[in-house]
Structures are given as C-alpha cells and as structure tokens.
C-alpha cells in the first residue's frame, strides 16, 4: 500500500525441515498502531525477527518503501525494537545505557530526559541496571526502543512485568508518539491493552495469517449480551428459551442479544412470570472474545 510504512509480502521462515511462517502478508500504514495476536508459538516473535533481519527467511520485507535483507539494513536505522528480553548492559546506568545507544545529537539529552520522564524511570537513571527490577528493565528497553524517535517502533509483549501504573504510562506515551506519526507493531497477551491503542489487528495462527481486519470491524462483529442477576435462575431460564431468546451461560445469566431482540421485552417475559431481577446490565464482546472465535473456526476447518 502507498501509505505503508512496513509491507510484508510472502514471508516464508524454516528452522530444518520444521516451517513456522506461512505465506504472511500485511502492512502497517503510516501512524498506525498494528495489534499482532497469536498463541505461543504461532510465529509472531518470528515475524519481528525477520523483519528486524535477525533471522534469516524468504519473502519480502520493505520499511518506507525499501527492501530490508542481509545486504540492506539502511532503513533499519529509522526502526526502534524491543523482541524478547531487552538488551541492557547490567554494570552501567540507565543513562548510560540510553546514551549509548541513543543518536549523538544536540537533542541526545532532551530525547533522553523526555522518554525517562514519560515511562517513569527518572528516579532510577543513575543507578546501575543489575539493581534493577523486571519492570525497571522492561521500562529501560522501552525507553532504547523510543529514544531515537523511530518511525517504525516494534514491541514484542511490551507489558510484559508491568505494574497497572506503568503499563497506563507506556499506553499514554504510545498514543501520544502514534499521534505524531509514528507507526507501532505491538504484540501482547494482555487482550484488554492492546485493544485499547490498536487501530488494525493480525491474527496469527500456526504460522499463517488468519485473520487482518481493523479493531472497529473487530468489535463491530462481537456480540452482545444482557447479564442478568435473580435468585430465581433455573425458572427464568426455562421461561426465556420457551419464549425463544438463547441463554448462553449461568452464574449469572446471560443472554445473546440478536437483531431482533429488544431489552425491554426481555426484562418483561420475566416479570411478567414474577421473577424478581436484582441487576441487569449490557456486556459487549471484546478482542479476546473475537480471537477466540478465530481459533475456534480453524480448529473446526481442520477438523
């Protein structure tokens, strides 16, 4: 695509005679945060290795319109990273490790003061890295990932030993870097995060791209529930599907909203049958509902 700031097209990647990658194709338009979903072991730290060229592979790599491969790296000088566990040198500072690897420019200091300030790590710049905790150090490998302002940022599990404070500090400095223009490839776990800041989603499974959508159609495709809460479960049940609505699950009940259902006519079938409703409320699907139901329809496929 002519906005893409990363294009991948092809990628193909063997250890041995064992394949993990799969014909993958997608791209990261230019501002976007790509949200990269899969199980352990579906190929997504492959992914970022091979486009970082840290592994060797077939197919095609470009980042703002140039080839990445073994004899052109240029264009990886615009990409900031963090795969697995960060790179730090344990018997330097923080600072030190940053301005090591931070760009000797006018701007080093500011670059430096700016993204320490923003993931909280300040307090802890001057002290060596080995006295550090697993957050500290997953901060500081952020903080290298950010520092040269890279247009192309790739986070592999980035909140992966963060505490709630710190994972909010690093989703408002995402945002924040993403309003600027810059373009992140982020894979997580934590579900709930990602589809707080990811605009496009690709779902990996076994290696190959299944599923590469955007989070709106994402929770546009969910579904919808109305919980209920009564003491009078077993009967309210019987009543609901004897009058035709799906009740998925108890404890509490919740029921599978359709096009045609209406909230109201629910709550009055059962009052109408005196149950007494303690609480009701609407629950929406979510990113984790939705690849689920991926894995769910490729385990059917190939059953």
Partial sequence: MENSVLSVRHLTKAYGHRQV????????QRGHVVGLVGANGAGKTTI???????????GVVTINGQRVGFNHHREL????????APGLYPYLTGRANLELFADATATQAQRIQEVSRALEIETVLDCDVKTYSVGLKQKLGIALALVNQPSLVI???????????????LRELIVKRQAAGTTFLISSHILDELQRIAEDLVVINQGRVICNTSMREVLAQNQHFLV??????????SILRIAGYRVVARHPLRVKLRGKDVVAQILRTL???????????????????????MLDQQEAQHA
Avoid: W, Y
């Avoid at 970082?52 to 077939?58: A, D, G, I, Y």
């Avoid at 986070?155 to 500090?169: C, S, Y």
């Fill in 48 to 58: 970022m290795k091979a486009v970082l060229n840290l592994v060797k592979f077939q």
């Fill in 271 to 293: 009052t109408d049958h005196n149950i007494m409703i303690d609480d009701v409320r609407h629950e929406d699907g979510d990113l984790e509902q939705f690849f689920l139901h």
């Fill in 77 to 84: 000088t615009h990409v900031g990273s963090l795969v697995e």
């Fill in 21 to 28: 990658l799969h014909n993958v194709n997608f791209d990261c």
């Fill in 155 to 169: 986070l592999d599990e980035p909140m992966k030993g963060l505490d709630p404070q710190a994972t909010k500090a």
């Fill in 228 to 237: 209920i809460k009564t003491l009078q479960e077993d009967q309210a049940v």
